[in-house]
């Protein structure tokens, strides 16, 4: 279904839950949140539920996030609903991959298509620094599990954050020279209470591209500079992977977005950087009928808006991107 711009809206993003075992430092505060009780949360079947109506909107491809995805014990039954689902053509995973070790597998076999892992340093020092609490082990323990299960190609998150692991976006690019790997680098987005870290700590797409080319030498676009999905490719001379620069502050895309998503205490969120929302869960738990639930969706996806408001320091206040999901 198209929205009121003729955008064709077809990936749903799915928080899980809002709960995670890191505390990013651009995502969540160390303590102060509080999380949705487990019983608010949409329980598996309530998830296809969601997809099935989602489907008759005409949406195709899902991502699972949240807070940490892997922390739902019930993930494998969640994948393998929605893999049933007919009209669902991709199924990928937003991680810090801290369970990917022994999960990997079993994910595939659910269903999982494919996975980003979060990584935002190979320092160890700032990877701390912006991962509060991340073991480096388990974060390369993680990408070979992907790799060994297939969860191909494996795509690296890295949120560039000045002061933090800014020092260390050249390293990371490195590691596409011999890996097929996609290293991604996004910029950071206020929401909520860290909000005020991605304002003072805000480091462009340029200027990442800068840092890496002051160091490696010069990069070159891919796919003629214009997007694919949300990012703009790149490749260093001769590297196995590629190199994505993800821009939602410095160059909006908001003329490509094809997304929508969905909240871990069950409503639909129009945009990420907009606070407006839909509560589907009420409907789902009132008794509420498919017939219900797809006509919410079509609601959502009419009142899409389109553009931010961060040029007027305008940002979104009512959640963290922990519980939006990223
Ligand atoms: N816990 C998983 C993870 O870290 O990948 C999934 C949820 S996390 C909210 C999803 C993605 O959001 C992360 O990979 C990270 O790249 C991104 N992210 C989190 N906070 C951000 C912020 N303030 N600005 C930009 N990206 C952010
Ligand atoms: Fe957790 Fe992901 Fe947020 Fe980091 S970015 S605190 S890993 S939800």
């Given at each position: 279904m198209k929205d009121s711009y003729s955008r064709e809206i077809n990936y749903l993003r799915i928080s899980l839950t809002d709960r995670c075992n890191l505390r990013c430092v651009y995502c969540m505060p160390m303590r102060g949140l509080s999380f949705v009780p487990n019983d608010q949360l949409l329980s598996p079947a309530e998830i296809e539920a969601v997809v099935r109506a989602a489907t008759e909107t005409g949406f195709k491809k899902v991502?699972?996030?949240g807070g940490e995805p892997t922390l739902r014990r019930d993930i494998l039954e969640i994948i393998s609903r929605i893999r049933a689902v007919p009209g669902i053509e991709e199924i990928a995973m937003t991680t810090n991959g801290y369970r990917l070790k022994t999960l990997a597998k079993p994910l595939v076999k659910a269903g999982l298509d494919r996975v980003n892992i979060h990584v935002d340093a190979i320092n160890h020092k700032q990877l701390l620094k912006t991962m509060r609490l991340a073991k480096e082990a388990k974060v390369w323990e993680a990408i070979s599990a992907a790799e060994d299960a297939g969860l191909l190609p494996?795509?690296?998150n890295v949120v560039v954050t000045r002061g933090f692991n800014d020092s260390d976006v050249a390293a990371m690019a490195k590691l596409t020279v011999d890996h097929p790997w996609h290293v991604r680098y996004i910029e950071l987005m206020p929401l909520g209470a860290p909000a005020g870290i991605a304002l003072e700590n805000f480091v462009s797409s340029a200027e990442t591209i800068r840092l890496i080319e002051d160091e490696l030498g010069g990069i070159f676009p891919l796919n003629g500079g214009e997007?694919?999905?949300?990012?703009?490719l790149y490749r260093i001379p001769g590297a196995k992977g590629t190199l994505g620069f993800i821009s939602p502050i410095s160059n909006p895309y908001c003329g490509d977005c094809n997304r929508?998503?969905?909240?871990?205490?069950g409503r639909i969120r129009l945009c990420l950087l907009k606070d407006d929302e839909i509560n589907f869960r009420n409907t789902?738990?009132?008794g509420g009928t498919h017939a219900d639930l797809v006509a919410l969706f079509e609601k959502a996806v009419r009142n899409k808006p389109w553009g931010n408001d961060l040029e007027d320091g305008i940002f979104p206040q009512i959640r963290t991107m922990s519980q939006i999901g990223g």
């Open positions: 991502r699972l996030t494996i795509k690296l997007l694919e999905g949300e990012a703009r929508m998503r969905v909240t871990a205490d789902l738990r009132g």
